[in-house]
């Protein structure tokens, strides 16, 4: 397991400096991955789901786009990996999306990783025009004809929702297999789509109890499907707060203080979680940020877990 980091592409202290001094940092400090995500608009009249009234924190009212972030990013670090956490897949036809990874895996000689998930939010499915009652089949078609751009030329597909003539798709990705694809998944549904199509899960941890559920449906699934489960990466997402000081009382799971967070991790390791991605969207300046990504890595230095290739 190693652990990773939200890049702040919206927020208070969002900025191109900001990226990069907490990617570099990052990288320095050892971290696996840094992460960005896509967030299509912010509606004037408030967002909804399914209807239903969804709050929307101010700080998405302005979000760097996720790929060409990430490719500014592969400039300016040498090892650390890039993902998507995530990108709505649907919003974007695969083809296009698909040499978008390929170019980015390029750049940053096959550090790409294609976070992938649906959205949740009726606004941005409108503005693009997508229906959200077929959307879980569109997703599991996309990921397929990716996929197929991403193998060997000639190029095609014949499917519900897309389509490809017989043709040349380049770049190819920097790894013959492809990027690999990880998806957003904490329904049982989406859980068993990961399971049978995708490269790992990227689940949020709500808590110790919902992840550890989620995981052991997705490993159970991915066997029941024919695939082995132990190659398959398990990403926990936490958005949660990271703190200079321990948090009293009732606390969120992967959040809390360095020494909080770091006796959590140690929980994580029966479960053969892969990787943990923190999102503090908490910390009110950069420098705030940094110095909790400094603490976290010291104390998570300490805790004995299970390291992935």
């Given at each position: ?78 090892r ?74 000639p ?16 770049p ?7 990027v690999?694809?990880?998806l ?64 009293d ?13 770091a ?13 943990v ?16 990504l ?16």
């Open positions: 397991m190693d652990l990773g980091v939200a890049l702040p592409t919206s927020g208070p202290y969002a900025s191109v400096e900001a990226v990069t001094r907490v990617a570099q940092e990052a990288e320095r400090l050892g971290y696996g991955a840094v992460w960005t995500y896509e967030r299509l608009l912010f509606p004037a009249a408030g967002a909804t789901s399914k209807g239903l009234p969804q709050p929307l924190p101010d700080y998405y009212a302005s979000t760097y786009e996720p790929i060409e972030t990430l490719s500014y990013v592969a400039a300016c670090t040498d650390i990996r890039l993902g998507t956490s995530v990108v709505n897949a649907v919003f974007h036809n695969p083809v296009v999306l698909a040499r978008r990874f390929a170019t980015l895996d390029q750049l940053s000689s096959g550090r790409a990783i294609a976070g992938l998930g649906l959205g949740w939010m009726d606004q941005e499915y409108e503005a693009v025009g997508v229906s959200q009652r077929t959307r879980g089949e569109a997703l599991e078609e996309a990921i397929t004809v990716m996929r197929a751009a991403w193998d060997t030329d190029v095609s597909f014949h499917g519900k929702h897309y389509t490809i003539p017989s043709s040349a798709i380049n190819k990705p920097v790894r013959r297999a492809g690999p694809v990880v957003a998944a904490t329904t049982p549904a989406a859980i068993d789509r990961a399971a049978r199509l995708a490269d790992g899960l990227n689940s949020i941890a709500f808590s110790y109890e919902a992840l550890t559920e989620a995981v052991t449906r997705f490993r159970a699934s991915a066997a029941e499907a024919g695939r082995d489960a132990a190659n398959l990466q398990v990403v926990a997402r936490a958005n949660t707060v990271l703190t200079s000081e321990d948090l009382g009732q606390r969120p799971f992967l959040g809390g203080s360095a020494r909080q967070v006796a959590d991790l140690e929980r994580l390791a029966d479960l053969a979680v892969t990787h991605l923190f999102a503090d969207m908490a910390s009110a300046t950069l420098e705030d940020a940094l110095r909790r400094a603490e976290l890595r010291e104390a998570a230095s300490a805790v004995e877990w299970r390291t992935s290739a």
